[in-house]
């Protein structure tokens, strides 16, 4: 379960700053892309994964993992992806004064 453990701040972190952007001007439109960009990124991780376990280039202790496998690929894997799909929108989004407002007001120019 070391690996599981070792993802617990990730998602901590993924989850305050996404909601910290609650407010900020297109939060649903935000969480639909995030989310179609984790599902999409959720398959790649499956996939290549699953190829680079299959090929023996990369192996993991049985001991550190949960067990559950999508594929050859532990579930602990998909936690990195999932969390880049919202944490890097929602920083973005924190970072722009005003949010979108901003880009769009730059988009006009």
């Given at each position: 379960?070391t ?5 617990i701040?990730?998602?901590i972190?993924t ?7 609650l ?9 639909a ?8 990124l ?7 994964d699953?190829?680079?376990?299959g ?6 202790p049985e001991?550190?993992?949960?067990g ?5 690929a532990?579930i602990?894997?998909?936690?990195y992806?999932?969390?880049?799909a ?6 973005w989004?924190l970072?722009?004064p005003?949010?979108r407002?901003?880009g769009?007001?730059?988009d006009?120019?």
């Amino acid at each position: 379960m070391t690996y599981t453990l070792i993802n617990i701040p990730f998602v901590i972190v993924t989850a305050v700053v996404t909601l910290a952007t609650l407010r900020r001007p297109g939060f649903g439109r935000r969480m639909a892309a995030s989310g179609i960009a984790a599902a999409v990124l959720f398959v790649l991780t499956a996939v290549f994964d699953s190829i680079m376990i299959g090929s023996d280039l990369v192996r993991y202790p049985e001991e550190s993992m949960s067990g559950i496998r999508i594929g050859l690929a532990p579930i602990e894997d998909f936690a990195y992806a999932v969390c880049a799909a919202f944490l890097i929108p929602a920083v973005w989004t924190l970072l722009t004064p005003g949010g979108r407002r901003a880009g769009a007001e730059a988009d006009a120019r």
